[in-house]
T-cell receptor, first 112, second 113 residues
Framework: DAKTTQPPSMDCAEGRAANLPCNHS???????VYWYRQIHSQGPQYIIH???NNETNEMASLIITEDRKSSTLILPHATLRDTAVYYC?????????????FGDGTTLTVKP | NAGVTQTPKFRVLKTGQSMTLLCAQD?????MYWYRQDPGMGLRLIHY???????AKGEVPDGYNVSRLKKQNFLLGLESAAPSQTSVYFC????????????FGPGTRLTVL
C-alpha cells in the first residue's frame, strides 16, 4: 500500500469549512483513498473513500486531484465535535491482503 | 445491532502474565483485524483474519497470537506480557470484496507493569 503524508495539525474556526490535505504521490492505479477519524479515546470512524472521482456523503466531501497524487477532505461546516485526528490511507480494495496501517494523521482542532 | 465490541475495556498485567482480548461483531463481516495504538505511532496492524479459521500476520505480530474459531469472534492472546505491549488495542471488522470500510470497536487499554 502506498504511503501518505499529512500535516500533523490544523486549526479551524467553528462553522467554517475544514480542508485537510493528504499527499499520496506513489499511489497506484488500483488503490483507493480512504479517510477515517478518531475522536479522543474512541475507535476510528470511517468517513469517506474514493478512487478518482470526487465523492460526497453526509459527513464530508473528498476531492482527488486528476493525477491522484493528492486529495483533500472537506468538512463543510466544522463543529466542535469534529475535533479529532484524521487519517488518510490508501489501499487496494477487494484483496486478501487486508493490510491497513494508519499513519500519524492530522489533528484537527475546531475552535469557537 | 451492537457493531464491534471488545472485552475487557481496561486491564493491568504483570510482566510474564498471559491474557486474551475478545472482539465480537454482529454484522456478519468476513474480515477482522487487531491493531495497537501507541503515542506518536498511529495505528499498527498486529494480525488479521479473512474468514473463519484463517489468520495472517500484520505489521507487528511478534508476541501475539490470534484465533478465529467463529466468524463473529476474533481473539488476541498475549502469552507472556511485556511492558512494551502496554498500548491501546483496537479491533475492527469489514465486509470482504465490498466497500472494505472498517468498523472499529471502542478499544482496550492494557498496561503491563
Amino acid at each position: 500500500d502506498a504511503k501518505t503524508t499529512q500535516p500533523p495539525s490544523m486549526d479551524c474556526a467553528e462553522g467554517r469549512a475544514a480542508n485537510l490535505p493528504c499527499n499520496h504521490s506513489t499511489i497506484s492505479g488500483n488503490e483507493y483513498v480512504y479517510w477515517y477519524r478518531q475522536i479522543h479515546s474512541q475507535g476510528p470512524q470511517y468517513i469517506i473513500h474514493g478512487l478518482k472521482n470526487n465523492e460526497t456523503n453526509e459527513m464530508a466531501s473528498l476531492i482527488i486531484t486528476e493525477d491522484r497524487k493528492s486529495s483533500t477532505l472537506i468538512l463543510p461546516h466544522a463543529t466542535l465535535r469534529d475535533t479529532a485526528v484524521y487519517y488518510c490511507i490508501v489501499r487496494v480494495k477487494d484483496t486478501n491482503a487486508g493490510k491497513s496501517t494508519f499513519g500519524d494523521g492530522t489533528t484537527l482542532t475546531v475552535k469557537p | 445491532n451492537a457493531g464491534v465490541t471488545q472485552t475487557p475495556k481496561f486491564r493491568v498485567l504483570k510482566t510474564g502474565q498471559s491474557m486474551t482480548l475478545l472482539c465480537a461483531q454482529d454484522m456478519n463481516h468476513e474480515y477482522m483485524y487487531w491493531y495497537r495504538q501507541d503515542p506518536g505511532m498511529g495505528l499498527r496492524l498486529i494480525h488479521y483474519s479473512v474468514g473463519e479459521g484463517t489468520t495472517a500476520k500484520g505489521e507487528v505480530p511478534d508476541g501475539y497470537n490470534v484465533s478465529r474459531l467463529k466468524k463473529q469472534n476474533f481473539l488476541l492472546g498475549l502469552e507472556s506480557a511485556a511492558p512494551s505491549q502496554t498500548s491501546v488495542y483496537f479491533c475492527a471488522s469489514s465486509y470482504a470484496y465490498r466497500t472494505d470500510t472498517q468498523y472499529f470497536g471502542p478499544g482496550t487499554r492494557l498496561t503491563v507493569l
